[in-house]
Nanobody
Framework: QVQLVESGGGLVQPGGSLRLSCAASGSTFSIYAMGWYRQAPGKQRELVALITNGGGVNYADSVKGRFNISRTNAWNTVYLQMNSLKPEDTADYYC?????????WGQGTQVTVSS
């Protein structure tokens, strides 16, 4: 079992920055990959960024060059640095951990980009 707790969401103006954090606990040694997903009202949840235990990263095309995912070596915390935010980035952001094919989710944190 892995428990995930997100933090760092909030209201920001277009062009601004936010950093989301995901604190992981439990069987973190079994994590293969962790990622950030988001879900806007009326839309499906989508992958934003992913990082594997080998350090490989993957980003949605819509956030490439603006967002950066990173983690501590022991998978204690995963970060999502979001720069040059746009109104279309507004969504609930969820942390995800993949452990031997099983997905664990955090409760989500809301990000609103608005002037």
């Amino acid at each position: 079992q892995v428990q995930l707790v997100e933090s760092g969401g909030g209201l920001v103006q277009p062009g601004g920055s936010l950093r989301l954090s995901c604190a992981a606990s439990g069987s973190t040694f079994s994590i293969y990959a962790m990622g950030w997903y988001r879900q806007a009202p009326g839309k499906q949840r989508e992958l934003v960024a992913l990082i594997t235990n080998g350090g490989g990263v993957n980003y949605a095309d819509s956030v490439k060059g603006r967002f950066n995912i990173s983690r501590t070596n022991a998978w204690n915390t995963v970060y999502l640095q979001m720069n040059s935010l746009k109104p279309e980035d507004t969504a609930d952001y969820y942390c995800n951990a993949n452990v031997l094919g099983t997905n664990f989710w955090g409760q989500g944190t809301q990000v609103t980009v608005s002037s």
